[in-house]
């Protein structure tokens, strides 16, 4: 969904590193989600927020922090990174409760 | 939390409907029923969604049991570009009153020629 845009595409990275992954959005949608994705395992929340006040703990919220800048913005951190880190990660946008999320097309990120 | 259960994977001839079922045995009164799909790794894709009724949209039909507790999405003519993961997925509320997502493993549905 191109209302949708992650950056980067892909990143390559050693353990360690502080790494941010952006998401912003111009859909107008006030929630806005950040997934990981394994083989095997289909998608996990991390984070969720549904306005720029609002931030909330996913299922899978350790060794990872987000900021939402603005409406249309929002930022997932890995502070010092690791291996198994590794995924591919999406982010997300609804308008209200209840009402389809809209996804983007992802950030590959391999940690070394 | 309402969870989900579908069949690992499944075939489809081309030109044929392809009918996806999912068990949500756990469902709540006010929970949706969504469907999602992913081509390869792409983001997913939002296909239709319902609460009772059975829905109809462009892309697809969602048939929803009188007991909520199973749903079937049905692709009427499937096409090799249908081959993707389909999620489905209820929505839950949290311990804080938000309700939130929880993607399974879904379905890959491979469409034959």
């Known amino acids: 969904d191109a209302d949708v845009t992650q950056t980067p595409r892909n990143r390559i990275t050693k353990t360690g590193k502080r790494i941010m992954l952006e998401c912003s959005q111009t859909?107008?949608?006030?929630?806005m989600y950040w997934y990981r994705q394994d083989p095997g395992l289909g998608l996990r929340l991390i984070y969720y927020?549904?306005?720029?006040?609002?931030?909330n703990k996913g299922e899978i919220s350790d060794g990872y922090s987000v900021s939402r800048q603005a409406q249309a913005k929002f930022s997932l951190s890995l502070e010092s990174a690791i291996p198994n880190q590794t995924a591919l990660y999406f982010c997300?946008?609804?308008?209200?409760?209840?009402?389809?999320?809209?996804f983007g097309d992802g950030t590959r990120l391999s940690i070394l | 939390d309402a969870k989900t259960t579908q069949p690992t994977s499944m075939d489809c001839a081309e030109g044929r409907a392809a009918n996806l079922p999912c068990n949500h045995s756990t469902i709540s009164g006010n929970e949706y029923v969504y469907w999602y799909r992913q081509i390869h790794s792409q983001g997913p894709q939002y296909i239709i969604h319902?609460?009772?009724n059975n829905e109809t949209n462009e892309m697809a039909s969602l048939i929803i049991t009188e007991d909520r507790k199973s749903s079937t999405l049905i692709l009427p003519h499937a096409t090799l570009r249908d081959t993707a993961v389909y999620y489905c997925?209820?929505?839950?509320?949290?311990?804080?009153?938000?309700?939130?997502?929880?993607f399974g493993t879904g379905t890959k549905l491979q469409v034959i020629p």
């Open positions: 319902g609460l009772k």
């Open positions: 927020s549904f306005d720029v006040k609002d931030i």
């Open positions: 997300a946008t609804s308008v209200a409760v209840g009402q389809p999320q809209h």
């Open positions: 859909k107008g949608h006030d929630r």
């Open positions: 997925i209820v929505r839950y509320l949290d311990s804080g009153g938000y309700q939130k997502v929880t």
